[in-house]
Every structure is written in structure tokens, then in C-alpha cells.
């Protein structure tokens, strides 16, 4: 069974500071992998994915996350954090059972982007 | 570009009533996914169809009920709703049912407040 665990439910950073927000999956297949962002009220919105091919994936508002097979993980960064930032992220995996595809979310983080 | 519309978008409810939650999914996307999510949880898959026809369960109590309409929309029926119930409940659509190369696309979700 594939699942993402999310490491560190708040993550405070500065304004202009890297964020790093952690994820590891497990899968008994090559995974494919998704960071999504939930804007407060709001819906979720793909950041980035990771299928196959290149190993580190641009994603949209400068974000970025780097595929490392070696230690099962999928973390998301952005050089330089903005106050617009500040919301709910979610790190997901697609799982494959009886022929059919869902995503499974891990439990998110929560990013907060002080002056 | 046409987008996942949900309806209603808040919607409040007392216990032991019942409610519909509607979806109608981006246009020649034929699988629908319904996600819930608690406040502050990460989304729970509840259940999903392909060509009308239920693909996949989740978590979803028995008191809930969905359905896949011929136009592709669907419906998500709660009964007997318990304070428990409040969440926000997502949907999601895509074509087909293979390896999620893309991600889903998300609507903004319904707010379901049970008072």
C-alpha cells in the first residue's frame, strides 16, 4: 500500500528564509508523487508532481521538490519564503488498488510566514 | 478553462437531517472523486466512480450514499447527519482511471456545517 507521511505539522519561517516542508512516501511501486496547496477556505490547488523523468520538479510561486528514490522522499522547497505563502500543504500519492487510482494525502503542514 | 463545480458551498444543517452535495466534473472527465475533510485534518477519500459505476471505497459511513449521473455529475447524500459530519467535503475529476500522471482537479468543496 502506498502512503506519505508528512514530517513537522507547523513549519514558521521568515519572510525571505527557505522553506522546507518534508515528505516520505512508501511504495511498493514507483510512486508518483504531488504537493498540493490549500489557501484558507479554499479548495486545493497542484503545486507540482513528480511521475517520471527528471528527479527534481518545478512547480508554480517558485516552489520546487527533489524525488530521492534512495531515501524514499519528496520534500518541497522554495529559496525564499513570501508572506503570501503562508497556508496549508499537502504532500500526496497516488495508490493503485483492484485497477483503479486515488490519491492519498499525507496530514500536512502548515506554513507560516512572519515579517 | 472550465473548472470542478460544486454546489452548494456552505450549506448548514441540523442533526438528523439530510443533505446532497452536488459535483459536476470538468467536462469529458469521467471519473469523480469525493474527499472529506475535517477541520484540521487532511482530506479523506470517501468514495469514487468511473463511467457511472463505483470504482473505489473509502471511509465512507453507510449513512452516506453517492451516485454517478449520466451526465457525469454526482451526488453525495447524507442521512441522519451528525455533528461529526461538519466538514469540508471536496470533489475531484479527471479522465480515465489509469496512473495518475497529472493529479486530480479539485473543486472549491462544499462546507458543511451540522449544528
Known amino acids: 500500500a502506498q502512503s506519505v507521511t508528512q514530517l513537522g505539522s507547523h513549519v514558521s519561517v521568515s519572510e525571505g528564509a527557505l522553506v522546507l516542508l518534508r515528505c516520505n512516501y512508501s511504495?511498493?511501486?514507483?510512486?508518483?508523487l504531488f504537493w498540493y496547496v490549500q489557501y484558507p477556505n479554499q479548495g486545493l490547488q497542484l503545486l507540482l508532481k513528480?511521475?517520471?523523468?527528471?528527479?527534481l520538479v518545478k512547480g508554480i510561486n517558485g516552489f520546487e521538490a527533489e524525488f530521492k528514490k534512495s531515501e524514499t522522499s519528496f520534500h518541497l522547497t522554495k529559496p525564499s519564503a513570501h508572506m503570501s505563502d503562508a497556508a496549508e500543504y499537502f504532500c500526496?500519492?497516488?495508490?493503485?488498488?483492484?485497477?483503479?487510482?486515488?490519491?492519498?494525502f499525507g496530514a500536512g503542514t502548515r506554513l507560516a510566514v512572519h515579517p | 478553462a472550465a473548472g470542478v463545480i460544486q454546489s452548494p458551498r456552505h450549506l448548514i444543517k441540523e442533526k438528523r437531517e439530510t443533505a446532497t452535495l452536488k459535483c459536476y466534473p470538468i467536462?469529458?472527465?469521467?471519473?469523480v472523486y469525493w474527499y472529506q475533510q475535517g477541520p484540521g485534518q487532511d482530506p479523506q477519500f470517501l468514495i469514487s466512480?468511473?463511467?457511472?459505476?463505483?470504482?473505489d471505497k473509502g471511509s465512507i459511513p453507510d449513512r452516506f450514499s453517492a451516485q454517478q449521473f449520466s451526465d457525469y455529475h454526482s451526488e453525495l447524500n447524507m442521512s441522519s447527519l451528525e455533528l461529526g459530519d461538519s466538514a469540508l467535503y471536496f470533489c475531484?475529476?479527471?479522465?480515465?482511471?489509469?496512473?495518475?500522471?497529472?493529479?486530480?482537479?479539485f473543486g472549491s468543496g462544499t462546507r458543511l456545517t451540522v449544528v
Open positions: 500526496a500519492v497516488s495508490a493503485f488498488s483492484g485497477g483503479y487510482n486515488k490519491l492519498i
Open positions: 466512480f468511473y463511467e457511472k459505476m463505483q470504482s
Open positions: 511504495s511498493s511501486v514507483p510512486p508518483y
Open positions: 513528480y511521475t517520471t523523468g527528471a528527479t
Open positions: 467536462p469529458r472527465h469521467d471519473t
Open positions: 475531484a475529476s479527471r479522465p480515465g482511471t489509469g496512473m495518475i500522471n497529472y493529479g486530480y482537479t
